[in-house]
């Protein structure tokens, strides 16, 4: 587990994106994660899990989108003359995929959230993005919030990794990871990036 930072104007243009104009097309959802790792558990790291509400925006999803193409396809401009639907998380995806990655890692997941203002300090359901050991998820803040990201050990019970929400930062580490996000109590919302990347995916997977 790593934290990382983005150039300042790349976190401006984030900001004004995501939300000052509100381009993310989000959808509904009566939880932020559809599973619980361990059903039968009620807390994670000693914090009481909360089944809280969400929005995503699935820009990109290789189980839907694949037959299109690849996301730098799709998104970078590649090969198509039509403009990225969020450029600046597209430009994100680039710029970290670049810093941190060797070029045998593709995109095969990218998610905007948006976490509301709770009235209860929880956790949300603990859950791992992809359970494939070489996958690495880049999860980037778009704005100063509470709500830290906490990562678990696989029985929940302590915690690995704890995070803050700071604009133009972020956490990278291994995709099979369990994790949840703490609600935001204290600012209107929360809101980040989820980047997962699996190494020789399209080589693969065909």
């Not at 790291?45 to 995503?56: E, S, V």
């Not at 401009?77 to 045998?104: E, G, T």
């Not at 133009?168 to 996000?181: D, E, M, W």
């Amino acid at each position: 587990m790593k934290t990382f930072t983005v150039d300042s104007n790349l976190a401006d243009e984030l900001e004004h994106e995501i939300v000052v104009r509100g381009k993310p097309r989000y959808m509904y959802l009566k939880k932020t994660a559809e599973y619980n790792y361990r059903n039968d558990a009620s807390t994670a790291g000693g914090i009481k899990i909360i089944h809280a509400p969400g929005f995503t925006d699935s820009v990109y999803s290789v189980s839907r989108d694949r037959a299109r193409g690849t996301y730098e396809q799709l998104f970078q401009n590649v090969s198509n003359s039509k403009p990225a639907r969020l450029p600046s998380v597209s430009k994100l995806v680039v710029q970290l995929k670049k810093d941190f990655l060797d070029p045998s890692y593709d995109v095969i997941r990218v998610f905007v959230n948006m976490m509301p203002k709770g009235i209860e300090y929880g956790v949300t359901t603990p859950h791992h993005d992809v359970k494939d050991p070489q996958a690495v998820t880049f999860l980037y803040y778009v704005l100063d919030s509470d709500g830290d990201t906490f990562l678990f050990d696989e029985d929940q019970d302590k915690i690995i990794c704890r995070c803050s929400p700071r604009k133009g930062t972020g956490l990278t580490y291994p995709s099979s990871t369990i994790h949840s996000a703490s609600i935001p109590i204290h600012h209107e919302i929360r809101s980040a990036i989820n980047i997962v990347n699996c190494k020789n995916y399209y080589k693969s997977n065909g």
